[in-house]
């Protein structure tokens, strides 16, 4: 007999038991987005490679080692699995032409594909929460993003995340101290790693997020971005400031947080943890103002971010704070016997139709191994259908989580009695 075939490594299954923190977590954030004004927009996972190389940088880890590519058969055309949603997002809004109308406050989710080391937090297809403001300038609306994570971390219960921020500038500034910072590790390029050889030249700003122990004195001793900014930055930094001291959001400047794609300018931040070891990151984003022109369209102002789902489930599940309503029916509905079917396939269906969760007991099997099956399925009830009860037009109910006793009842006192104990 040959082997079973399992899961591909890093891309795994979630199962019936696990799917309740999924759900409560996706209703929660759908509820917060509506809260916020942002709607829904949904993107496919197959996209052309050109549009990560130009809008990620080709001198990027996620371009240059972590890309799902490959050829289409039919047209030779190189197509890649997502690694990230924003480049689809503007992609989308750029070809549809949504700015026209205006500003854009957008969300998605679903998954991500990275061909990366699995490890806990980090997986090769990942799920993400991506939130986009387009044609906006903030900072006001960096400010926002910031004030949107910090409740949605208490509407999931989650404490212990801490926001960091920086700001990379404008294009000018940036410039200058790219040019600055080519210099200083030239100097010091007998010390540089290998990762940093290779991105002196293409994107120096990246060997400052080196995770390279052997680095470190390098990376501290190297210029700050925010000697070289315009006052036209700096303004815009210290304005966001203002908003998050005057709503109470505590955060830490990290001058050297540069975020690991090319877009961004202006305002960057991350959300970390220090209980998920290595993967700290939760949620991170920032500001890409010039990301619309780079992808062939018309300049436009432009921030988001996108959290890690199943960091947060992980952070989630440890967490006692909030309470994630449990998977289960409501009424488990027992029958035995042929002039029993109709009826209990009627009363089942009578349920559903008033909004109550039913299942309905499929197969052969005595009264007692169906209940059983009841208790085990976490129902309140089991609604009993036996001959005497489908001769009668009537039920028998038992709760199954509390004291009682079983009744037999009319199917609308049966449905009363439901309703009054799940008010």
């Known amino acids: 007999m040959s082997d079973t075939i399992q899961a591909i490594r890093g891309m795994s299954d979630v199962l019936p038991a696990d ?20 709607r829904n927009i949904r993107m496919p996972i197959v996209e052309k490679t050109e549009l990560f190389v130009r809008s990620i940088g080709e001198v990027t880890d996620i371009v240059e080692k972590e890309m799902y590519t490959f050829v289409d058969q039919l047209n030779g055309e190189s ?56 044609g906006l300038p903030g900072p006001d609306v960096d ?24 700001t990379l500038g404008g294009a000018e500034s940036r410039a200058r101290y790219r040019a600055r910072l080519v210099k200083y ?3 010091r390029i007998d010390e540089l790693d290998e990762d940093a050889r290779r991105r ?44 998050l001291r005057s709503v109470d959001i505590d955060y830490e400047i990290k001058p050297r947080l540069v975020r690991g794609l090319d877009y961004y300018n202006l305002t960057v931040s991350e959300w970390t943890t220090d209980r998920l070891g290595a993967q700290a990151t939760v949620c991170a984003g920032g500001r890409y103002d010039g990301l619309f022109a ?23 599940a440890e967490s006692s704070a909030v309470e994630v309503p449990a998977d289960a029916p409501a009424v488990y509905v027992v029958h035995a016997g042929e002039e029993t079917r ?58 199954l989580r509390d004291p009682g006793v079983q009744e037999t009842l009319e199917l609308s006192e049966a449905l009363a009695r439901i309703r009054g104990t799940s008010n």
């Open 143 to 166: 400010a926002e993003h910031m004030v949107m994570c910090a409740r949605l971390w208490q509407r999931l219960g989650l404490d212990g995340i801490r926001l960091e921020i920086n």
């Open 342 to 399: 109709a009826p209990a396939w009627r009363a089942a269906e009578a349920l559903r139709q008033a909004g109550i969760p039913v299942v309905l007991h499929c197969g052969e099997g005595s009264f007692k191994s169906q209940m059983r099956r009841a208790d085990a399925s976490g129902a309140r009830f089991a609604l009993i259908v036996g001959e005497s009860e489908a001769q009668a037009n009537r039920v028998g109910i038992k709760p």
């Open 19 to 38: 799917a309740p923190l999924w759900e409560f977590f996706e209703d929660t954030v759908r509820q917060w987005l509506r809260d916020y004004g942002y």
């Open 185 to 187: 590790l030239e100097s």
């Open 79 to 134: 197509l890649t699995l997502r690694p990230e949603g924003t480049a689809s997002c503007v992609r989308a809004v750029l070809q549809h032409n949504l700015l026209y109308a205006g500003p854009q406050r957008l969300f998605y989710s679903g998954p991500m594909f990275r061909h990366e080391r699995p490890q806990k937090g980090r997986y090769r297809q990942f799920h993400q929460v991506g939130v986009e403001a387009l």
């Open 294 to 316: 780079q992808l062939g369209g018309k300049p436009a102002p432009a921030c988001g971010f996108a959290m890690g789902v199943e960091r947060l489930l992980v952070l989630m």
């Open 200 to 243: 002196l030249h293409g994107n120096p700003l990246r060997v400052l997020d080196s995770k390279n122990p052997a680095m470190r004195d390098v990376v501290e001793q190297a210029p700050r971005l925010y000697d070289d900014l315009d006052e036209e930055s700096l303004r815009h930094f210290e304005t966001l400031q203002q908003i």
